[in-house]
């Protein structure tokens, strides 16, 4: 029996997996957070590795083939056993915790912390990863993020995610919810320069966490603005940011005013780097941040004792604040 000289890459074969299980290019890109053109190469590649055709692509749809029907049970039996696998190494290591989290909460909210969990509990040893998403149309932005928390607990202990916090089958916990609110540098208004009542930020750069159409479908501005019903506000301007600490960056350095989750530019507030021009105009929008955890994990003690933890430390953000200035 001849075997390939080279095994395919995982990527090319999780593409191929995908695709055959979702049947379309474009449903498989969306589970795997990539574009339809990057499965379409993945699987073309594959394809001239193997010197067959695994799909017959037709007008919006595409066709096993026998080849591809032939070999698709072994490649899941294959991922199977990789999953098999690094579950058995988790839990013949069960020190080890692996943390993921959104790019910004990681660097602006849990790291200036972990130090504190790492001091109280010496024995964990402590992984962490960041874990991003592709901008989705509107109407695909919740079945996308429950598939990307499903996927990603198959790779971590503890997710901090944000978003809608509905997962079903999944362990949900309220780390805290998400106010929304303008913040700047108070260089920017040492010159003169008002910023008393929201008409003021016509003279202001706008800058933005683009946060809210990625999760939202709508910019954290314009639910900023509407929330409190304020108008003539230009958001088509300014500068847009994927990552909220690339945005709270930009405010620090006196670049504009940007409205993003005051709990994520706390250091920075407290700091004096950052202050809020309308303090408590705050707005809550439908996505927070929550703990998640599968059924396999969730009673391993290093994973108990970081979510109770977690808690503790988001306990500020979750106690009532007032109500909130009309």
């Not at 058995?88 to 969990?117: C, E, K």
Request: one cysteine or more.
């Amino acid at each position: 029996m001849s075997s390939l000289p080279v095994i395919p890459s995982l990527t090319a074969l999780r593409a191929f997996e995908a695709a055959i299980r979702r049947g379309s290019f474009r449903d498989a890109a969306e589970e795997l957070s990539v574009t339809p053109a990057a499965v379409s190469h993945q699987i073309q590649h594959l394809e001239a590795m193997l010197g067959t055709k695994l799909f017959l692509r037709k007008h919006r749809a595409i066709a096993p083939t026998e080849a591809a029907l032939r070999c698709l049970p072994k490649i899941q039996e294959g991922f199977e056993s990789i999953r098999e696998a690094l579950d058995r190494a988790v839990h013949d290591y069960p020190n080890v915790l692996t943390i993921g989290a959104p790019p910004s909460l990681m660097s602006q909210w849990l790291m200036p912390r972990l130090h504190r969990f790492a001091v109280k509990f010496p024995d964990f040893i402590l992984r962490t990863t960041v874990k991003t998403r592709l901008p989705l149309p509107l109407s695909k932005i919740r079945r996308a993020e429950l598939q990307d928390v499903l996927r990603w607990t198959e790779e971590c202990d503890v997710l901090v995610v944000y978003g809608s916090g509905n997962y079903p089958g999944m362990n949900v916990q309220n780390l805290f919810p998400t106010d929304i609110a303008p913040v700047c540098s108070p260089r920017l208004l040492s010159k003169g320069r008002r910023l008393n009542e929201p008409g003021d930020l016509r003279n202001f750069n706008l800058i933005h966490d683009d946060r809210g159409l990625l999760y939202e479908g709508t910019a954290f501005w314009d639910l900023w603005l509407d929330h409190f019903n304020y108008r003539g506000i230009n958001t088509e301007t300014g500068t847009h940011y994927d990552y909220s600490s690339f945005a709270i960056q930009a405010a620090v350095d006196g670049l504009g005013v940007v409205v993003t989750t005051p709990i994520l530019a706390d250091d920075e507030i407290k700091s004096g780097a950052l202050t809020l021009p309308f303090p408590g105009k705050k707005a809550r929008i439908e996505s927070g941040y929550f703990l998640v955890t599968s059924d396999a994990v969730r009673e391993r003690l290093s994973v108990k004792q970081f979510c109770a933890w977690a808690l503790l430390e988001g306990l500020p953000a979750r106690a009532p604040q007032g109500k909130p200035e009309p």
